[in-house]
């Protein structure tokens, strides 16, 4: 019998993955020495018509792991205060974070009908290192991302749209971009899966991926 639910959908249509878009603000660009200090996910979805969508987004302050550098020109870039008042009621440990953060993942990899999720990052491979770096760091066994694959939403909108900046990739598609909210990890989380989303579901509207012909089992022709 035919699968027509729409998370089975999900999982034919990443070979078994579930796409999670994930941002990382960090303190510098080493994944092994630098501190994350904020990092968020957002998970997707599909509807009966096989169109991607966002579904919720987990987002976190964190709290640097001892010893961490943080670059100053890296707080002058994301705008971060480390002794924000506010910063300084909600962070949480690295550990904690993560966490907190993998826990809804791995339900929705297990909802979806997946057996992993697969990163969905804009220059993925940054976000990826600092992922995995801070996983080992903190001895998460159950690491639910691929250790390596990912979709990269820079490359995509290059190909797809002409533009590689997040920001004008996003108008390009047609999503709203403000650059004062810029540079914090839900902000550009959110706007990363509605490119991401975008993208994808124009693809399938241009005939690139049928639903219908998946559920029939024609994939496997």
Same mark, same amino acid.
């Given at each position: 019998?035919?699968?027509?639910?729409?998370?089975?959908?999900?999982?034919?249509?990443?070979?078994?993955?579930?796409?999670?878009?994930?941002?990382?603000?960090?303190? /510098?660009?080493?994944?092994?020495? !630098?501190?994350?200090?904020?990092?968020?996910?957002?998970?997707?979805?599909?509807?009966?018509?096989?169109?991607?969508?966002?579904?919720?987004?987990? %987002?976190?302050?964190?709290?640097?792991?001892?010893?961490?550098?943080?670059?100053? %020109?890296?707080? !002058?870039?994301? /705008?971060?205060?480390?002794?924000?008042? &506010?910063?300084?009621?909600? %962070?949480?440990?690295?550990?904690?974070?993560?966490?907190?953060?993998?826990?809804?993942?791995?339900?929705?990899?297990?909802?979806?009908?997946?057996?992993?999720?697969?990163?969905?990052?804009?220059?993925?491979?940054?976000?990826?290192?600092?992922?995995?770096?801070?996983?080992?760091?903190?001895?998460?066994?159950?690491?639910?991302?691929?250790?390596?694959?990912? &979709? !990269?939403?820079?490359?995509?909108?290059? &190909?797809?749209?002409?533009?590689?900046?997040?920001?004008?990739?996003?108008?390009? %598609?047609?999503?709203?971009?403000?650059?004062?909210?810029?540079?914090?990890?839900?902000?550009?989380?959110?706007?990363?899966?509605?490119?991401?989303?975008?993208?994808?579901?124009?693809?399938? !509207?241009? /005939? /690139?991926?049928?639903?219908?012909?998946?559920?029939?089992?024609?994939?496997?022709?």
């Amino acid at each position: 019998m035919t699968d027509a639910n729409p998370m089975g959908a999900m999982a034919r249509r990443f070979r078994g993955f579930l796409p999670v878009v994930v941002d990382l603000e960090t303190g /510098g660009f080493n994944a092994k020495t !630098d501190a994350i200090l904020e990092i968020a996910a957002t998970l997707l979805t599909m509807d009966d018509h096989g169109n991607l969508l966002p579904d919720s987004t987990h %987002a976190f302050h964190v709290t640097p792991f001892d010893g961490a550098n943080i670059e100053q %020109a890296a707080l !002058d870039f994301t /705008g971060i205060q480390l002794d924000s008042p &506010f910063r300084k009621d909600i %962070a949480v440990d690295e550990k904690t974070a993560l966490e907190s953060l993998l826990k809804p993942v791995r339900k929705a990899v297990k909802s979806h009908g997946c057996t992993r999720a697969i990163l969905v990052g804009h220059n993925a491979a940054f976000d990826h290192g600092f992922l995995n770096a801070a996983n080992e760091r903190q001895g998460i066994k159950r690491n639910p991302f691929h250790p390596f694959s990912s &979709f !990269d939403t820079a490359t995509l909108a290059g &190909f797809v749209y002409g533009q590689t900046v997040l920001a004008r990739a996003c108008r390009a %598609a047609g999503i709203p971009f403000d650059n004062q909210e810029a540079h914090s990890a839900r902000y550009d989380t959110e706007r990363t899966a509605d490119l991401f989303c975008a993208m994808v579901n124009r693809y399938k !509207d241009l /005939g /690139g991926w049928n639903m219908t012909l998946q559920e029939q089992g024609m994939d496997d022709l």
